[in-house]
Structures are given as structure tokens and as C-alpha cells.
């Protein structure tokens, strides 16, 4: 069984940063890892993503400033240059055997 445990959220201020971390246990081999943010009264949407194949992608509205990496069985987010709209609870993605995991959500929130 595939699980994933995410942590780094908390309060930063405007312009800071923070790295976010999700450990996937169980896994033989994720097709594809990603991280969503859901802010309140939002849909989920989609931030950073590494498909099948390698490469990184990117939302327009964290380009340049987000990072998604992955090192053996953790995924990261560097966040940095954080916004108040960058306030979301965020959470972690794989796909494997055309199944997909999701894990319990962490919560940043950006203010001074």
C-alpha cells in the first residue's frame, strides 16, 4: 500500500520561504509526482509536476519561484518569494499502476 506523509507548512512571512516534504512509502516506482494547493473556498489545482519521463512543470502563477525535486523516496517543494496568495493547504501526489495516492495535506499560510 502506497503512503504519503507531507510536512514543512507553517507561517511565513511575505517573501520568505519554506520547503515542503512528502515521504512515500510502499512505492515500487511512481509514474508521476506532483504537489496541489487548495486555498479556502477554491478548487485544488495543480502546482508543480514531474511526469513520466523526467522534466519538471509548472504552474504560470509559482513559475520561478517553486521548485519540485525528488531524491529516492521523498518529493520536495522549494517555495520561495511566498505571497499571501500563496496561503493553501498543500498536498502530495503519485501515480502508480494506474492508481493515485494522495497524502494528508499540509498548511502554509503567507502573512506578516
Known amino acids: 500500500q502506497v503512503q504519503l506523509v507531507e510536512s514543512g507548512g507553517g507561517l511565513v512571512q511575505p517573501g520568505g520561504s519554506v520547503r515542503l516534504s512528502c515521504v512515500v512509502s510502499?512505492?515500487?516506482?511512481?509514474?508521476?509526482t506532483a504537489w496541489h494547493r487548495q486555498a479556502p473556498g477554491k478548487q485544488r489545482e495543480l502546482v508543480a509536476w514531474?511526469?513520466?519521463?523526467?522534466g519538471t512543470l509548472y504552474a504560470d502563477s509559482v513559475k520561478g519561484r517553486f521548485t519540485i525535486s525528488r531524491d529516492k523516496n521523498t518529493v520536495y517543494l522549494q517555495m520561495n518569494s511566498l505571497k499571501p496568495e500563496d496561503t493553501a493547504v498543500y498536498y502530495c501526489?503519485?501515480?502508480?499502476?494506474?492508481?493515485?495516492?494522495w497524502g494528508q495535506g499540509t498548511q502554509v499560510t503567507v502573512s506578516s
Open positions: 514531474i511526469p513520466y519521463g523526467g
Open positions: 501526489r503519485v501515480v502508480e499502476n494506474g492508481a493515485t495516492y
Open positions: 510502499g512505492s515500487i516506482g511512481s509514474i508521476v
